[in-house]
């Protein structure tokens, strides 16, 4: 029970993260394209990516603080239906090229961030 409560805390943690951060790019970069979410995938893929190489392969976080990083704070900081509605707008607007564009921006940064997470993670190994 203990586990839920600390995982559930990291969610709610991930998520105010997630939401100052899109109020902060809204200001700064212009939302015609959905840049935050996008941003804030990828941030939250090097993360994770980071998070469990180093996890896994070092002993610098403990299994549990790990569970609480991926399951609790990126959980709740990355977002798959932000951007699945992001993506479904485009499309019911008509803009199908700015919606493909999107997707594949999204999943490529993300895989990349991923990876780069991994590889700076080993280095630590």
């Known amino acids: 029970m203990k586990n839920f409560f600390l995982i559930s805390l990291g969610g709610a943690v991930g998520t105010g993260a997630r939401y100052l951060l899109s109020l902060a790019f809204m200001h700064w970069i212009h939302p015609a394209f959905p840049y935050?979410?996008?941003?804030i995938n990828?941030?939250?893929s090097f993360l994770m990516g980071l998070v469990?190489?180093?996890g896994l392969n070092t002993d610098l976080i403990?299994?549990?603080?790990r569970i609480i990083l991926t399951t609790g704070v990126l959980g709740g900081?990355?977002?798959y239906?932000?951007?699945?509605?992001?993506v479904l707008q485009h499309f019911q607007h008509g803009a199908y090229r700015s919606g493909i564009f999107h997707v594949?921006?999204?999943v490529t940064g993300c895989l990349v961030a991923g990876m780069l997470g991994l590889?700076?993670?080993?280095?630590?190994s």
Request: glycine share 4%; hydrophobic share 60%.
């Open 52 to 54: 469990v190489q180093l």
């Open 119 to 124: 590889l700076i993670a080993k280095r630590f």
């Open 36 to 39: 935050s979410t996008l941003i």
């Open 81 to 86: 239906s932000a951007f699945n509605a992001e």
């Open 77 to 79: 900081f990355t977002t």
């Open 62 to 65: 403990p299994l549990h603080l």
């Open 42 to 44: 990828i941030i939250g």
């Open 104 to 106: 594949m921006l999204m």
